[in-house]
């Protein structure tokens, strides 16, 4: 692209290190591990103390066999023991049991929102892999065009060069979004941000189909034709993902604010996540106006 005169060494070194927002930095870290052992490994040593103390007070008095079987509805204190014990354990486990069920829903919870993002961050670089092939592909076909044309299409050059530009600018600062990694879905006005320039990448994309469908050769161009389908394809998986996204989010924050998930939420540090928003005025039906 460079060679071509298309765009200045600056712009191809913007769009060369926007190319890759994964090798900056992982998108998939931020985890904080959590455990249930201190907790579980708590409860334990209450129930072992707990059984030492009802076992320390040595056993209750000899027990008469003769009078409690002449005794109605008479319970042994061997009996009562077993189940004062019995009781005590059902006691301490059916919580530990409740506690580890919760959590480990929320733990699968939480994993089906991070697989969504990666979803989304897939759909993100499969869509900036494609955009430098476009652009070598219009530059091409337009210094092959300015040798000809030069008077012609030297104005369009520079606004495909400004779009290139624009291009760039627009991924690397997704790029550097994306490279914040898992944090971005515990900010809400992070999220914002990554939906704002998600939003401009796309519509910067489209001004610069546009601007390439000018050339009409260009235009029916069979590599042209399949990158820009390929693009259109990007774009509406990255809408699928984020919807995905979105309704895994849901589940996961429903499912921390209500009972007994939100007791168990505060002592495994689970966190509300940040939905995907729509964009300023999605929720207007368009005006349409028919001569």
Known sequence: MEE???????????????????????????????????????????????????????????????????????????????????????????PLVLLAVTYNSLVNREEAVFQSWAQVESQFQRRADLVPALIETVSGYVAHERGTLEAVTAGRSRMLADAVDSLARSQAELAAQLGRGEALLEEQSAMDDLERIQAQLSARLSGFIALAEDYPELRASDPFLELQAQLEGSENRINVARLRFNDAVGRYNAAIRRLPGTLVAGLGDFRRKAYFKADEGAEQAPEVEFD
């Open 4 to 94: 071509h005169g298309v765009i200045s060494a600056d712009q191809a070194a913007r769009l060369r290190a926007s190319i890759r927002p994964g090798d900056e930095a992982e998108t998939s870290v931020g985890r904080s591990r959590r455990s249930l052992a201190p907790y579980v490994g708590a409860a334990v040593v209450l129930a072992v103390v707990v059984l030492i103390l009802v076992l320390a007070g040595g056993p209750g008095p000899v027990q008469e066999v003769s009078q409690s079987l002449n005794e109605t509805g008479a319970t042994g204190a061997m009996n009562r023991s077993a189940l004062n014990i019995i009781a005590i354990a059902l006691l301490l486990i059916i």
